[in-house]
């Protein structure tokens, strides 16, 4: 009976080594926290709302389940803490419950004293994955120390259905969505993420991230970016050989370049009011971060041999977080 467990327990956690949407700490008992985000932003964008349900363990073992709404648009944040007990993950694909609450992939239920209602997802665009790069952490998903693992579920996705959060319904029918997910320890140190789905062009999308990562004694500035245009992901990535050509914060905007063999991706970000939210710091959901739901996200995509612009476009409803000590990040 132990063996079988023990088995279970080391199937489950290579099942999601391929699976980002799967949960990972099948097995795990302290240090370890995991979240999903799943924007949701209305058609005409006048309404922007994030939830982030997860699980939190700290270093002595106390474990506490969580469901995080952001009311982007009118800069609230609730924070619902859970028994862990009221945790339940499915091992073979992303369906979990949190008490009365579901979340998948093509799905979401929530039961909360201030948000009720259902919400579908159609057509999701995931990062690529294959045998030697799973998911848009590429072949760094295999190190078993890092501090945190990243995981983009959609790109871009439809949206049917509704929310009412605090006795206001909010409709997204033919809204857009967007989904990924963090776990590990602690986030990162230092950090810069962004992420814009609504553009003036359908099917755009753009994510990127430039975050300081432990290695061994020392560390290193890792980035993760993609765009998603006419149908194809174009991926800045520190594994694939991209690098940073700027990252610049000001008070109020934000400019980065990144660049592969072919194209240069440049992104200029208006920055506008952010609101609090709790992040994991080993294990354990007592660190704060301000993320805003309202940033201008302006997007130019360069060709380098022909040296012709085949992309510029501003996505709105962005979201940002500049965290931690990100003067370590810029250039």
């Given amino acids: 009976m132990k063996i079988n467990l023990q088995l279970n327990l080391i199937f489950n956690r290579l099942h999601a080594l391929w699976h980002d949407d799967c949960y990972h700490g099948w097995g795990k008992s302290n240090r370890f926290f995991e979240g999903w985000y799943y924007k949701l932003v209305s058609k005409d964008q006048s309404q922007a709302v994030a939830i982030i ?31 862990s007990n009221d945790f339940c993950p499915s091992p073979k694909k992303h369906s979990l419950f ?4 579901f979340f998948s992939s093509n799905k979401m239920i929530l039961d909360l004293p ?25 072949p760094f998903s295999f190190v078993p120390f890092m501090e945190c693992y990243h995981g983009i579920l959609s790109m871009n996705h439809f949206i ?18 967007y989904i990924e997910k963090d776990w590990g320890y602690s986030f ?8 814009s789905n609504n553009f003036s062009q359908p099917g755009i999308s753009v994510k990127a991230s430039i975050a300081l990562i432990p290695w061994l004694n020392s560390s290193f500035i890792g980035h993760i970016g993609g765009l998603l245009f006419e149908g194809k992901l174009y991926e800045f990535t520190t594994y694939n050989g991209s690098r940073i050509i700027k990252c610049n914060v000001l008070e109020n905007k934000v400019e980065i370049v990144m660049e592969n063999r072919k194209f240069r991706l440049s992104l200029w970000v208006k920055r506008n ?11 354990f959901m007592d660190a704060r971060i301000e993320e805003s739901m309202r940033a201008e996200i302006r997007v130019e995509l360069f060709h380098k041999k022909t040296k012709t612009i085949l992309l510029t476009d501003t996505g709105f409803s962005g979201g940002i977080e500049v965290a931690g000590k990100y003067q370590k990040l810029l250039t």
């Avoid at 049917?160 to 969505?177: C, H, Q, T």
């Fill in 273 to 283: 009011k952010s609101t609090e939210l709790a992040a994991p710091i080993l294990g």
């Fill in 160 to 177: 049917k259905g509704g929310l009412v959060l605090n006795d206001e319904s909010i409709s997204f029918k033919e809204g857009k969505g």
């Fill in 114 to 138: 201030n948000i009720k209602g259902e919400v579908n997802f159609d057509h999701l665009s995931p990062w690529p994955s294959n045998l030697l790069s799973p998911g848009i952490m590429g």
């Fill in 53 to 83: 349900p997860g699980i939190a363990m700290d270093e002595n073992g106390s474990k506490q389940a969580f469901i995080q709404v952001l009311d982007g648009k009118k800069d609230k944040a609730w924070y619902h803490r859970f028994d």
């Fill in 98 to 101: 949190i008490g009365n609450n």
């Fill in 188 to 195: 990162p140190e230092a950090y810069i993420w962004m992420q």
